[in-house]
């Protein structure tokens, strides 16, 4: 089950769609704001999930079909990543997404079901880079893997190689 962003150096290939329930939302921008607040902090590669609870009645075939939670996610560098959300059971739907830059994140949740119940999230949280004690550790969090620059074997997005 991949449910992560794209590599850093690949641009998003699938904006979200447009469709006239999400895109009619009025949500409040998703641009980072100064706030006293500390922000909750995932690490650079590491996993961010937010779960979205949807307290209608659905059928199995409703969940599948008709129920859709999308997210965007807005770098520090202002990038904008689109991701689709999953049904985890229940009435529980999660979105997970990896953050590619060290910084501060902003996101946006948006649900809605064949019925125009929508619900809406945002947030924000910072990205820190993994410590050195941590790569050690796992090498995931060099990043995601990609073709090295001759195209004859893996990286990390660090360009450490990956070895089997």
Do not use: H
Request: proline share 10%; charged share 20%.
């Amino acid at each position: 089950m991949t449910l992560f962003a794209p590599s850093c150096n690949e641009a998003p290939s699938d904006p979200l769609p447009p469709t006239g329930t999400l895109s009619d939302l009025p949500i409040a921008s998703a641009t980072p704001t100064q706030t006293s607040e500390p922000l909750p902090e995932v690490m650079q590669w590491g996993m961010f999930e937010k779960a979205l609870q949807l307290t209608g009645e659905y059928t199995d075939e409703q969940r599948y079909q008709e129920i859709t939670v999308r997210a965007e996610f807005v770098g520090p560098d202002g990038r904008i990543y689109p991701v689709n959300g999953f049904w985890d059971g229940g009435d529980i739907w999660r979105v997970r997404f990896a953050p590619v830059l060290p910084g501060e994140w902003a996101y946006t949740l948006e649900a809605a079901d064949g019925q125009d119940s929508l619900l809406a999230q945002n947030g924000r949280f910072l990205a820190t880079p993994p410590t050195a004690n941590k790569l050690a550790q796992n090498p995931n969090y060099r990043g995601f893997l990609k073709l090295s620059e001759n195209g004859r074997y893996l990286t990390y997005a660090d360009g450490t190689p990956f070895f089997w």
